[in-house]
Nanobody, 120 residues
Framework: QVQLVESGGGLVQPGGSLRLSCAGS????????MSWYRQAPGEERELVAV????????SYTPAVKGRFTISRDNAKSTVYLEMNSLKPEDTSIYYC?????????????WGQGTQVTVSS
């Protein structure tokens, strides 16, 4: 049974930091690209950051570049999103996604989301 469980969200003041975690189970974590998305009320879900399975290539949406860092620990089947210098516009539900086209598979899995609120 595949599971992606996010944690680490919460309420933080502008300029503060949070670290999100997403623990995967039930699939071969190291063979999946891991991504963080976010969705604010009334908005489309948008890609925040991605860390690929092969070579751990990393990319970020311009709005978070220089403030957010995505990393993964394959031994723990966990992907992280370190968020610094948070702004009110970062307020969203944050979701992690696992996806692969490797090994003859075409899989996409989503976590349930964790709320991040940036407010004074």
């Amino acid at each position: 049974q595949v599971q992606l469980v996010e944690s680490g969200g919460g309420l933080v003041q502008p300029g503060g930091s949070l670290r999100l975690s997403c623990a995967g189970s039930g699939f071969r974590f190291s063979r999946y690209a891991m991504s963080w998305y976010r969705q604010a009320p009334g908005e489309e879900r948008e890609l925040v950051a991605v860390n690929t399975a092969i070579g751990s290539s990393i990319s970020y949406t311009p709005a978070v570049k220089g403030r957010f860092t995505i990393s993964r620990d394959n031994a723990k089947s966990t992907v992280y999103l370190e968020m610094n210098s948070l702004k009110p516009e970062d307020t969203s539900i944050y979701y992690c996604k696992a996806a692969t086209l490797l090994d003859g598979r075409n899989d996409t899995f989503w976590g349930q989301g964790t709320q991040v609120t940036v407010s004074s």
